[in-house]
């Protein structure tokens, strides 16, 4: 049977809900439309700091849909119902930069209308913004190479993750306790493969397309919000990850499921599309000590190591 692409998902409000799509088209961004939308304060000392679920009161942000309209505009809707269109030739430049972590970016503010639909909405002052089609943000240097870029993710263009990985970290946690896919907001979804074996991938091959596995995903609180009801139910999956999946390795250290991704060669993937592992390397170093990792005995040799 081998591996093949489950599922793909692109986020086109950093933080907000995600779309399940056919297809990913791939630019050095990383999917076309994921996160180039991002809501950040507006008033105060964190003016143009960036917005996610993270914060007090704010995972409700999982339940504002965003649905590009091509290049030209977005749809964005809250759970109410109300919809708001916002097109691109209506932004102007932001006054100022935001950031994004450590990272100050230029952007496109979409006015005071809008700002005031998503401040209603989150009951704090906000502006949404969009990364400009000319900027260039790179990706985390300690991990990518001179050029790589992002959009407003966190700090990689993808994320990867394993239906397998998912199924034997669903054995760990509690009894009724139901976690999905989406809590982990992927852009990439494998299934075929053996559990976490993703963290021994260096590469893989869908179609065209080349991505190198740059870094193991440690995971915040977002994984502990339902995105469907955006609420904390519980601390799960965290809780479980931090007994089986924590570990420390140099200045890496976390509870790890997934894996940063940076595109090598752009193309377009599709859902049901054959995966290739062309290389692998040695477990990071980070998984020495952790309960779930890769069972050597039941994944293949036949692809060249590093």
């Known amino acids: 049977m081998g591996i093949k692409v489950s ?16 297809k990913l088209e ?5 999917p076309k439309h994921d996160r180039l939308w ?15 679920q993270r914060e007090k009161s704010c995972e409700k942000l999982a339940l504002v849909k965003a649905f590009p309209n091509g290049d030209r505009s977005t749809n964005f809707s809250r759970p109410s119902g109300e919809t708001l269109v916002v097109s691109v030739s209506d932004l102007s430049l932001y006054d100022g930069v935001v950031h994004v972590w450590g990272d100050e ?18 009951g704090q002052p906000c502006r949404l913004v969009r990364m400009p089609n000319d900027f260039v943000r790179p990706a985390d240097p300690v991990y990518s190479r001179q050029g790589d870029r992002v959009s407003f993710a966190d700090g990689f263009p993808l994320l990867v993750t394993n239906t397998a990985s998912l ?25 075929g493969a053996e559990p976490f074996e993703e963290d021994i991938i260096h590469e893989i091959k869908i179609g065209d397309v080349i991505l190198e596995f740059v870094k193991p995903c440690a995971r915040c609180k977002i994984t502990t919000i339902d995105q469907v009801e955006g609420c904390s139910p519980s601390n799960e999956p965290l809780r479980t990850l931090g007994l089986v999946r924590h570990g420390k390795a140099g200045q890496l250290q976390g509870l790890f499921f ?4 940076i595109p090598r060669e752009l193309g377009t993937v599709r859902t049901g599309d054959h995966v290739e592992i062309r290389s692998k390397k040695p477990l990071h170093p980070v998984f020495e000590n ?11 040799k036949t692809v060249r190591q590093l």
């Open 7 to 22: 599922s793909c998902y692109i986020y086109p409000l950093k933080s907000g809900s995600g779309v399940s799509v056919d």
């Open 38 to 52: 991002m809501l950040v304060h507006d008033q105060g000392p964190n003016r143009g700091q960036f917005i996610t």
């Open 105 to 122: 970016c230029a952007a496109m503010d979409a006015g005071i209308t809008v700002a005031h639909w998503f401040s209603d909405y989150l």
């Open 167 to 191: 199924d034997l970290l669903r054995k760990h946690l509690p009894a009724n306790t139901e976690i999905g896919m989406e809590r982990f907001r992927p852009n990439l979804v494998l299934e």
């Open 290 to 300: 952790v309960a779930l990792k890769p069972d050597f005995s039941a994944i293949p």
């Open 258 to 261: 997934g894996q940063n991704a």
């Open 26 to 30: 791939l630019t050095q961004r990383g």
